[in-house]
């Protein structure tokens, strides 16, 4: 027999086998191909992944044929009728979870992980805006397990025996498929599976069901990191911190000692929006924008939040760290050592207080507050919320907010640290009545880019009337005043309409790491005239910024951020995703830019270096949390 033959025969072999096994396990392969089939349309229609050359595209297509393999083979495990229905609820589990992820990353354009999905305590807040982000094509995900059950219902499958052989064999295809998808994935992206921070990169390369188990052996790891750490790793990066240390500007060093300081986090605002007017000519935010030309502004400003969203920029104006890659350090180490802000002014004697309208138990807000200092937390209990007409989805609107709060403001011992967290300009940019839509709608293709603007407009609106109650209380003169984006306020998901609203054709990676920069104003004792920094910064130099003027060192802490005073400081934004911006440069999706025009720089060597100190950066920070690392410190100061 020549090879020919050989070959023709091995052919027939395997064709008879491939259709005997289609033949004998039928309802297996049908519910493989329902599922690959469904998780590939979610990766090309619900979820944004960019795709560069073929080999991405043909990985990106099989990433979901190792899981659905693996997730069926446990029907084999059971005989009769029982496989039917073993087979139809993991499809139906499989098919949740895919919906979750299209909901979730059609909100914050990125992936569930373990640490968001144990924050129960959010749920209640955010059900109202959950369905908000419902869409009929979510029908395409769901639709079939409501239909699958009444044709399942008719087929018998009483005959069909378990064979835990065939579950051994098929686990072993799943882990064979996954082992050369993965082999493939490194080709494209070596050390892929060191990058937990890029999720996009993560599923792009070996799917959703495997990223979410990689995600659960995360957690697990994570878990133990804590017990297996020592005081040897805090030195490491307690030098690292010192080196990078920016001494303060002389001049403004302690200038405003023992004045009150009012922090205000302006929520979901982008800087696209300063001296940007509405369809009917009057600016969007004119109170801001007045506050800006009065004190001191950086235009170049980040903000630099993961999955904990409002919590992670608390986190980082408290303490110069970063939040986590995965969840909201908020819930995942609350119970930490940390040197924070509040704590930290207390040996000049400050009061620490938070205002903020809303559960107290959301972002696991008062846990962390006792843990880190905070004096007097301000919750919903603390307001008269009154009609429920007359507030958003996400609960009092911000002038009621701020009137409410002043006669609770001057009750506080002097010196304090306040801190203020605003409700109103909160997805989905919904208000209670026409009555307080200050400002006409964008027009744009995006129904949430539309209502921006409204929701932006009143929540500048109350901090107008904030501030001219803080004048006509005497309160104004003795305070240093920082207003701060906490994040963004529309998602990559609206790139087409913002790219409509800015009049470009489209949005390139580098416009969206710029739509990032978040307002950041300071206004000074005494100040009259403006004065605009260029400098780059982001949310973890706040804390080393506020501590400075009021003359508190800072070269004993440990923390990433630098003064925005000084002279000497390390001008650059790191995000979580691992972007990077800095004066010459913007590293951002694997692509180098220029950070003046834009365009793509092609020797890519020259953004290494500080893409190699942004990822150092941001594993110390995580090791630093993860490990609790900051009470050894604590140990050797007492």
Not at 356 to 361: D, G, P
Request: charged share 20%.
């Amino acid at each position: 027999m020549n090879s020919s033959q050989r070959f023709s025969k091995l052919s027939t072999r395997l064709n008879d086998t491939v259709r005997a096994s289609f033949q004998e396990y039928r309802l297996f392969w049908i519910f493989t191909l329902l599922l690959w089939t469904k998780t590939y349309i979610v990766y090309q229609f619900f979820f944004n992944i960019p795709i560069e050359n073929t080999a991405q595209a043909f990985i990106l297509l099989i990433s979901p044929i190792s899981s659905t393999i693996f997730l069926f083979a446990f029907h084999f495990f059971f005989k009769g009728n029982k496989q039917k229905w073993v087979l139809y609820t993991l499809y139906a589990l499989a098919s949740f979870i895919l919906f979750a992820d299209a909901v979730y990353y059609r909100e914050f354009t990125d992936y569930l992980t373990m640490p968001v999905i144990m924050q129960p305590s959010n749920m209640e807040t955010l059900s109202t805006s959950f369905t908000s982000l419902l869409e009929w094509k979510d029908l395409i995900i769901l639709g079939d397990v409501f239909v699958l059950p009444f044709i399942l219902w008719r087929m018998n499958m009483k005959e069909n025996a378990a064979s835990h052989r065939r579950a051994l064999v098929t686990f072993v295809a799943a882990v064979s498929v996954f082992l050369f998808n993965l082999s493939l994935a490194e080709t494209e992206r070596p050390e892929l599976l060191t990058r937990s921070f890029d999720r996009e990169l993560l599923v792009k390369n070996i799917g959703t069901f495997n990223f979410h188990v990689y995600d659960a052996m995360l957690q697990t790891k994570t878990s133990a990191q804590k017990a297996m750490a020592d005081e040897s790793e805090l030195a490491t990066i307690e030098q690292f911190t010192r080196q990078n240390y920016a001494a303060p500007n002389p001049d403004l060093f302690g200038k405003y000692k023992g004045k009150n300081v009012i922090v205000v986090s302006f929520e979901s605002a982008q800087n696209f929006t300063h001296n940007m007017k509405a369809p009917n000519g009057e600016y969007i935010t004119p109170n801001l924008n007045k506050l800006i030309e009065e004190s001191h502004y950086w235009p170049n400003y980040y903000h630099t939040v993961g999955q904990g969203k409002t919590s992670d920029a608390e986190f980082a104006l408290d303490n110069s760290l970063y939040g986590l890659p995965r969840g909201a350090v908020y819930f995942t180490n609350a119970d930490n050592e940390y040197q924070a802000l509040p704590e930290l002014i207390k040996e000049d004697n400050y009061y620490s207080a938070v205002f903020h309208a809303n559960n107290k138990s959301f972002w696991n807000r008062d846990q962390m507050y006792k843990n880190i200092g905070v004096d007097q937390f301000f919750d919903e209990k603390s307001y008269d919320l009154g009609n429920p007409e007359d507030m958003t989805e996400w609960g009092l609107l911000d002038d009621s907010f701020f009137e409410q709060s002043i006669p609770m403001l001057q009750e506080l011992p002097e010196p304090y640290y306040a801190k203020f967290i605003t409700l109103t300009n909160h997805f989905p940019y919904t208000m209670p009545s026409e009555d307080y839509e200050l400002v006409p709608k964008f027009e744009t293709s995006s129904t949430t880019l539309n209502n921006f603007p409204q929701a932006l407009a009143y929540q500048d609106y109350a901090l107008g009337l904030f501030i001219d109650q803080l004048k006509e209380n005497g309160m104004w003169d003795d305070t240093i005043f920082v207003v701060y984006g906490d994040h963004y306020g529309i998602s990559t998901n609206h790139n087409n309409a913002m790219a409509e609203l800015l009049g470009k054709e489209e949005l390139t990676p580098y416009d969206v790491a710029k739509l990032q920069q978040v307002p950041f104003a300071v206004h000074l004792p005494g100040q009259d005239k403006g004065e605009v920094h260029e400098t780059i910064g982001s949310h973890v130099d706040m804390k080393p910024t506020i501590l400075h003027l009021l003359g508190i060192d800072t070269s004993d802490t440990i923390g990433f951020g630098n003064d925005l005073f000084s002279e000497n400081r390390n001008s650059r934004a790191i995000f979580r995703d691992g972007t990077v911006v800095t004066d010459e440069y913007v590293w951002t999706q694997s692509t180098c830019y220029n950070a003046t025009s834009g365009e793509v720089v092609e020797d890519t060597t020259l953004c290494g270096p500080m893409t190699e100190e942004a990822e150092k950066i941001l594993q110390m920070n995580d090791d630093l949390i993860y490990s609790d690392l900051l009470r050894f410190k604590e140990q050797t100061n007492e």
